[in-house]
């Protein structure tokens, strides 16, 4: 069939179709009634009120559909709960009532290093945490010279937040320790003030790190929380692990707490100490400096302190008659402070001549006042029957027994500790402990 054909056969048809003239149309059927037809008649008009039933029953299956997902939607983001994650990244962790994450942010630069390409809204807790740990490990932030991790934990509800607190810092120990990572994982519940909250938000820190600073600043004479808001969590760990730190005295008696024993922080592993020389090291180099023999010393205390910008060492020991008080910087050895009280004469020789032959007995005083913190120490030596040039991290402190003045005595011999109650009056031991 070609074109003109087809042109044909379509001009046909459309002369044949029937028109929009209704009158032509009866005209072709014939004579027919002249009743009024469909055709003659105009169009009705819908009435608008039908549809309002239809209208209506939507629009409450609409309402009833809001109402329902309205709780659910307000409890899906709803903040419960505040979780922070500080080592030097620190990051904050927004969740639900069910302990999904709403929000994930960075609060430095390294946190947001640490969350880069993450997308962590909706997913459940542990997810998220595993996946930062992760990440931490991954970039180097946790590792054998930096191991330490505070978990903050804020909530109204006090009993899910210490719920929350035991969980995670459970949970990150187990993924440290398949991460090989010896950690050290430090855990608190946090309840915001405004002072505290005006304090994290001045140096750009968490909550949690404003706490954990706030209590070593507490329980120091001489830090700030200027110098300390600065620190990675593990030279804070160190710090508060420390007795040079915290230690302070009551009624002319040194107490030997931690700021981690006088507030609600759980702890667990030790902070790591591999970027720095080290306790025998330090000692040696306090001893050198005072041109003193290690055999003739008796160290009383060598811990973390932190001044003028600095790590160091707080050593301190007694020899023939004079206390020394060293500052050692913990990464160089460089000595940066040095003290020393007493004038260096012979004990021998200031000892009553009836107890002269008798300075070697652990039960005969070697003063008109009572022994000496030296002798105190010698006398728990001798005890426990080792040589003074096989112990480590001694401890000399004077405190009080039932209103008796005492020494106490720790020191260390390879894995095995011993604490003495040594009577100052006599010298005689009132307790020995030996732990392994």
């Known amino acids: 069939m070609n074109r003109r054909n087809l042109d044909q056969r379509l001009r046909t048809a459309l002369d044949h179709a029937a028109v929009n003239r209704p009158e032509e149309v009866l005209a072709r059927c014939g004579a027919q009634d002249t009743g009024p037809y469909l055709l003659d008649q105009p169009p009705r008009r819908k009435s608008p009120w039908r549809a309002v039933p239809a209208v209506a029953a939507a629009c409450l299956v609409l309402v009833i559909s809001l109402g329902l997902l309205r709780p659910a939607l307000f409890q899906t983001n709803a903040v419960a709960s505040v979780v922070s994650l500080d080592v030097n990244p620190s990051i904050v962790l927004t969740l639900n009532a069910q302990s999904r994450v709403i929000a994930a942010a960075a609060q430095n630069g390294d946190g947001e290093a640490i969350l880069d390409g993450m997308d962590l809204a909706g997913t459940e807790l542990n997810v998220a945490v595993n996946a930062i740990i992760g990440s931490l490990v991954k970039n180097g932030y946790v590792d054998a010279l930096s191991n330490s991790i505070l978990i903050s934990v804020e909530d109204d509800d006090s009993a899910r937040a210490q719920t929350l607190q035991t969980e995670l810092a459970g949970e990150v120990e187990q993924l440290l320790n398949a991460a090989s990572v010896s950690g050290a ?3 608190q519940t946090v309840t915001a003030d405004s002072e505290l909250q005006d304090l994290a938000d001045q140096y750009g820190i968490t909550l949690g790190k404003a706490s954990l600073i706030q209590s070593l600043v507490s329980s120091s004479d001489h830090l700030t929380f200027d110098e300390l808001a600065g620190l990675t969590i593990n030279e804070l760990n160190l710090l508060a692990s420390s ?5 302070q ?12 024993e006088t507030s609600n922080i759980q702890s667990s592993g030790s902070a790591s100490v591999e970027r720095y020389i080290g306790i025998e090291a330090a ?3 306090a001893l050198a400096d005072a041109g003193v023999d290690a055999a003739q010393a008796t160290v009383t205390e060598t811990d973390f302190d932190y001044e003028n910008g600095c790590m160091i060492y707080e050593v301190e020991f007694y020899a023939g008659g004079v206390e020394y008080e060293y500052d050692i910087d913990a990464t160089t050895g460089e000595v940066r402070e040095r003290q020393q009280e007493g004038e260096g004469s012979d004990e021998a020789d200031e000892r009553p001549d009836s107890q002269t032959d008798s300075s070697d007995s652990a039960g005969q005083p070697t003063a008109a006042g009572g022994i000496g913190a030296e002798e105190a120490g010698e006398i728990a030596l001798t005890h426990a029957g080792v040589d003074r040039s096989d112990t480590h991290d001694w401890k000399v402190e004077e405190d009080e027994q039932d209103g008796v003045p005492i020494y106490e005595v720790e020191f260390e011999v390879g894995d095995v500790e011993y604490d003495y109650e040594i009577r100052i009056s006599d010298g005689e031991i009132l307790q020995a402990e030996r732990d392994e």
């Open 283 to 285: 000692q040696a180099a």
């Open 243 to 247: 007795t040079a730190v915290s230690a």
């Open 249 to 260: 005295k009551e009624d002319g008696i040194q107490t030997a707490s931690t700021a981690l």
């Open 185 to 187: 994982v430090l855990s």
